[in-house]
T-cell receptor, first 114, second 111 residues
């Protein structure tokens, strides 16, 4: 079955430190890949997406992600975290192999300590 | 700005009393989705409209229904809410099956 794995349920980083959130998917030769962020009580905001082309994609709020086909991964990174980045982050995969629907990971809650 | 709007943001209903949640969009997208999200969980797709075609997920309870009277609007009807239906309900839209854009959500409380 298609699945998306975010192995870290919680991550705590210091403000100003770098961040990497991991995401692995199990199925699909050419998936569509997404990262969304959700603040408490809010909807999901699209950070970035990958469909094809350059495997390093830039998103909003200083985030970037790299698609590695050999590792079936799409990890999210930010060089310097701000307190306002504290939120829940969801990796999602879509495309024809996923029935043209989004399959979400379980999410990673990011805490930022000052 | 083009966007997805959900009303109300908070809805309180009584056990068994029908409730309707609303979603509208100015993106002119042809696909609209309804998700249910419970605390500390990922969103769960309930159903979606691809143009006028309704697509129900296999595990969506019959208690949940949807209407899409036109391209811009989509409604989620919960016929007899139970305590287990308390959740955040998220509407999303997309052009065909590309990127989904989400609304701010409606938090439903069932008393």
């Amino acid at each position: 079955a298609q699945s998306v794995t975010q192995p870290d349920i919680h991550i705590t980083v210091s403000e100003g430190a770098s961040l990497e959130l991991r995401c692995n998917y199990s199925y699909g030769a050419t998936p569509y890949l997404f990262w969304y962020v959700q603040s408490p009580g809010q909807g999901l905001q699209l950070l970035l997406k990958y469909f094809s082309g350059d495997t390093l994609v830039q998103g909003i709020k200083g985030f970037e992600a790299e698609f590695k086909r050999s590792q079936s991964s799409f990890n999210l990174r930010k060089p310097s975290v701000h307190w306002s980045d504290a939120a829940e982050y969801f990796c999602a995969v879509g495309g024809k192999e996923y029935g043209n629907k989004l399959v979400f990971g379980a999410g990673t809650i990011l805490r930022v300590k000052s | 700005d083009a966007m997805v709007i959900q009303n109300p943001r908070y809805q309180v209903t009584q056990f068994g009393k029908p409730v309707t949640l609303s979603c509208s969009q100015t993106l002119n997208h042809n696909v609209m989705y309804w998700y249910q999200q419970k605390s500390s969980q990922a969103p769960k797709l309930l159903f979606h409209y691809y143009d006028k075609d309704f697509n129900n997920e296999a595990d969506t309870p019959d208690n949940f229904q949807s209407r899409r009277p036109n391209t811009s609007f989509c409604f989620l009807d919960i016929r007899s809410p139970g305590l287990g239906d308390a959740a955040m309900y998220l509407c999303a839209t997309s052009r065909d099956t590309e990127t989904q854009y989400f609304g701010p959500g409606t938090r439903l409380l069932v008393l």
